[in-house]
């Protein structure tokens, strides 16, 4: 992992597009302005994580597996 | 009463009061925002919480508590707001809220739930929505004892 220090006001360039400013630094946090082209998505890790986990969710079950399933949860 | 066509349940007679709003939909799902929760007591504790637009999906759930009796909510006051409670506390479970967590059960591996990310319900409102902590106590893939699972 790379790591940079940074103060309030500066930036830093991930490739050429997207442009990260540190634009403010509090006691538990800091606050980002993040510049970067339209089709770069940006999600906060744990809604991307959520998200994944929902789509992994949704999948197709059989009737045996979830007959499976709930049994394992009833022992 | 109502019926609707469910993934698992077949033609389903339900309550109104069993339907529940998710105004802003679930994450990677923004346009489900009316689910129909279905418990049923040959598949208990397993929670199932039906999309009453898509037949096909149907997400299942077991309640939090289930997963882990210690576990401590902590809403952010958006959320709170959007479920119509109080922001001066957390609300309790059972009483105020059902909160549950979503399973995932790969096809290979042991079933896990998203601790970090739970289905908080106002059980006055029946209005709904994943609560996604910004913390880092649980996590998104909480596995489930693998030795006690037998797919």
Known sequence: ?75 | MPNTPTKYFGNLEYRNEDVIQFPSGIPAFEEEVSFLLVEAADRAPLQFLQSMRQTSLCFLALPILVVDSKYRLELSSEDLTSLGLATDRQPSIGTDIECMAVLVTPETGPPSVNLLAPIVINRRNRRGIQAIRADLTYSHQFKLAAAAVCL
């Open chain 1, 1 to 75: 992992m790379l790591v940079i220090r940074r103060r309030a006001g500066e930036t830093f360039l991930i490739g050429s597009d997207i442009q990260v400013e540190l634009l403010e630094v509090g006691s538990t946090q800091v606050k980002l302005g993040i510049t970067a082209p339209k089709n770069i998505p940006i999600l906060r890790k744990e809604v991307h994580d959520t998200r994944r986990q929902n789509e992994a969710a949704a999948r197709e079950m059989s009737t045996l597996e979830l007959a499976q399933l709930a049994r394992h949860f009833q022992k």
